[in-house]
């Protein structure tokens, strides 16, 4: 009992080398980095900041207080009642601002308000954290799959599967079923035959299932003269007693005429009317079905703008004059080689031979820089639209295949103006009406070459390939 005092005494004047907490004994629980700072006070009744209280009554400003009644600003009080601004708190009672309170006294309602509000946060932030770590990952694996070769090689999957169907489509309903529509024939005949050949008539429409354009000539002359301008498919001649003579042309259109020329005469049984049938310009021996000229010509067009193709991919550094150069040097020798080979090679067709090459040379020189013209519009996908309308649109209504009056009436008229039709006409005339050319395909020919290279020319700068002009002494010195 007489030591308390002194005891007491020590804590007033707890070290008078050392210097005091600018902020006092309760000064926030601040850690000082002047000397003398890591002392630990076991069993004395003196104070330190940073040292450990075990037993005394001391004030710790950032010690640990296990039994003691003094205020600890940082300390960790066990069983204290002492006030503790941030120390953790096991079992007391006391106020601690930053402390861990374990048993302290709080409002139930409170804690699991706070509690359910804290949950609710963590799981929105935890929701939106997943949604836009979702967001991002595809953003980047987008951007790794447009980086990548996999996505044109993915839209030419979805092209090619696209233009075999429309390849397939444009000339099943072109050729297919070929139905006639307005096919003209020439009439030559008598004023008293003029029952008779309206009966006759209505049979020939009722049998093709459409309607014959018929056109008047004073005599036979007259309607050949009429053939050989392809102006009409066939004459139709009724007279007394003879019945009727239906002349046919093969040469201005086998399909046409091979249905004319089967109709007639089941029509004339069933009118009881003798129908005689004769082809006036009949195909050559080599091709009876009048196909060869088609062929030659589809392959003119299509080989015209696969060598342009090549020239884009093996000789890019090709200025625009070059390509065109070039272009023009393998029409005029490829169109050379087709006519030789189906002239002279197989016989199929007895050509003009310089009038056909020429032809050939010009369908393939139009073909080729149609592509180079698309490929300086828009680059690598100028195959597309040259094959929509050199082979999807332009093939099918080009005539070859099926004549002009068995065509749909929409694709019968756009392809007289489309450089496949416009070469089979042209081909189609040299041969058999070598006698009665028409300009118009050969004009149609001329304007789409000569735009394509103007096109060509005027975007020139947008196409790729060419070679660097740079002087030599501009070169970087090695």
């Not at 979702?134 to 090689?153: E, N, V, Y």
């Not at 021996?285 to 093996?314: E, K």
């Not at 890019?316 to 070059?322: G, K, N, T, V, W």
């Not at 150069?325 to 199929?348: C, E, K, Q, R, S």
Request: hydrophobic share 35%; net charge negative.
């Amino acid at each position: 009992m007489s030591e308390e005092p002194e005891r007491s005494e020590h804590r007033a004047d707890p070290s008078p080398d050392r210097p005091r907490h600018p902020f006092g004994e309760q000064g926030g629980g601040k850690q000082r980095r002047e000397s003398e700072r890591g002392g630990q006070d076991r069993d004395g009744q003196g104070a330190g900041e940073n040292g450990q209280d075990r037993d005394g009554e001391g004030n710790g400003q950032s010690g640990q207080h296990r039994d003691g009644e003094g205020n600890g600003q940082s300390g960790q009080h066990r069983d204290g009642e002492g006030n503790g601004q941030s120390g953790p708190h096991r079992d007391g009672e006391g106020n601690g601002q930053s402390g861990q309170h374990r048993q302290h006294q709080q409002d139930p309602q409170h804690r699991e308000e706070g509690r359910s509000d804290d949950d609710q946060h963590q799981h929105g932030r935890g929701r939106q954290g997943r949604h836009g770590g979702t967001r991002r990952a595809s953003a980047r694996m987008w951007r790794d799959f447009k980086d990548s070769p996999f996505l044109p090689a993915t839209v030419l999957v979805l092209i090619v599967a696209a233009a075999a169907g429309l390849f397939a489509g444009s000339y099943t309903y072109a050729m297919a079923n070929p139905t006639p529509h307005h096919v003209p024939v020439a009439v030559v005949g008598e004023p008293e035959g003029h029952r008779d050949r309206a009966s006759f008539v209505q049979g020939m429409e009722k049998a093709l299932g459409s309607s014959l354009e018929l056109r008047h000539y004073g005599n036979q002359a007259a309607a050949e003269h009429a053939v050989e301008a392809q102006q009409v498919f066939a004459i139709m001649r009724v007279e007394q007693p003879k019945g009727v003579e239906l002349d046919v042309s093969s040469a201005s259109g086998a399909s046409v005429a091979e249905l004319l020329g089967t109709a007639g005469p089941k029509v004339g049984r069933a009118l009881g009317v003798p129908v005689q049938v004769r082809d006036l310009k009949p195909l050559n021996a080599g091709d009876p079905r009048g196909l060869a000229i088609f062929y030659i010509s589809l392959a003119a067009v299509v080989i015209g703008f696969v060598g342009a193709i090549q020239l884009s991919v093996h000789a890019r550094a090709l200025d625009p004059l070059e390509r065109i150069a070039y272009t023009a040097a393998y029409a005029l020798l490829g169109g050379f080689v087709i006519a030789a080979v189906v002239d002279w090679g197989l016989g199929a067709l007895d050509l003009p031979f310089v009038h056909s090459w020429l032809i050939l040379a010009l369908t393939m020189f139009t073909s080729g820089m149609v592509f180079t013209m698309f490929n300086a519009l828009i680059g690598r996908w100028a195959m597309l639209p040259t094959w929509g309308v050199m082979v999807l649109l332009g093939n099918p209504s080009s005539g070859g295949a099926v004549s002009w009056p068995l065509l749909p009436s929409a694709l019968g008229e756009i392809g007289r103006w489309l450089p496949p039709g416009a070469s089979v006409n042209a081909q189609h005339t040299a041969v058999y009406f070598a006698g009665h050319q028409l300009v118009q395909p050969y004009l149609v020919l001329a304007t789409w070459a000569l735009v394509s290279c103007t096109v060509f020319w005027l975007w020139r700068h947008r196409h790729p390939g060419g070679r660097d002009r740079a002087p030599a002494h501009a070169a970087t010195p090695s």
